[in-house]
């Protein structure tokens, strides 16, 4: 079975321009949450949805914004990019909502701005 | 809001021999404490898990600890093997916000564990 896949692997920007990255969740799964990996730290969340709805959201800027899709992929959208949003960005899926349910993590996307 | 501190940051043991790591948390409202391993290049990897109405979990050669008391919880590794040589990561979480809405999880900041042969 495939587990949860996130496109592209790696990605150079520059300061001011937008990014899309995108998740699909595993096969059965309707919810996706994101995360943002600093080098050195650990992730820290940013978005959770669950059917198409925003459930969860973490201590990030308006830049950041997100959405799902009715077959439960998901894209994560940073405008006006800064030198601090290079990151390792991780896509996560699971069955429902809730934290408690098990959260399976994609390799991520390399966000490089420079 | 949560924080979860990690202790090591870098643990170095011998094959064979075992490994703790140490994390603490700050809101007593958090029910949900899983831990992860990444290696490089790749995402976090559940290992285990715990909940607050268990005081201790075992797969094989990993448990967990649970303290809601101190609000602390360990990972013990034994009979180490070069495998287990990765980042290890604790995380945190409530599961839902007071008045409602989704809490992600809170990691620590990672321990880097090496297995040395």
């Known amino acids: 079975d495939a587990g949860v896949t996130q496109s592209p692997t790696h990605l150079i920007k520059t300061r001011g321009q937008h990014v899309t990255l995108r998740c699909s969740p595993i096969?059965?799964?309707?919810?996706v949450s994101w995360y943002q990996q600093v080098l050195g730290q650990g992730p820290q969340f940013i978005f959770q949805?669950?059917?198409?709805?925003?459930?969860g959201r973490g201590n990030f800027p308006d830049r950041f914004s997100a959405r799902q899709f009715p077959n439960y992929s998901s894209e994560l959208n940073v405008n006006a990019l800064l030198l601090g949003d290079s990151a390792l960005y991780l896509c996560?899926?699971?069955?429902?909502?809730?934290?408690?349910?098990?959260?399976?993590f994609g390799a991520g996307t390399r966000l490089s701005v420079l | 809001g949560e924080n979860v501190e990690q202790h090591p940051s870098t643990l170095s043991v011998q094959e064979g021999d075992s490994a703790v790591i140490k994390c603490t948390y700050s809101?007593?409202?958090?029910?949900?404490f899983p831990w992860y391993k990444q290696e490089l290049g790749k995402g976090p990897q559940l290992i285990i898990d715990?909940?607050?109405?268990?005081g201790e979990k075992k797969d094989q050669r990993i448990a967990v600890t649970l303290n809601k008391t101190a609000k602390h919880f360990s990972l013990h590794i034994t009979e180490t093997q070069p495998e287990d040589s990765a980042v290890y990561f604790c995380?945190?979480?409530?599961?839902?916000?007071?008045?409602?809405?989704?809490?992600?999880?809170?990691f620590g900041k990672g321990t880097h564990l090496i297995i040395q042969p």
């Open positions: 809101d007593s409202a958090s029910n949900y």
């Open positions: 995380a945190a979480s409530k599961g839902v916000k007071r008045g409602g809405g989704a809490d992600g999880l809170t």
């Open positions: 715990i909940r607050s109405n268990v």
């Open positions: 996560a899926s699971s069955l429902t909502w809730t934290a408690k349910n098990i959260q399976y």
């Open positions: 096969s059965g799964h309707k919810s």
């Open positions: 949805y669950y059917e198409k709805e925003e459930r």
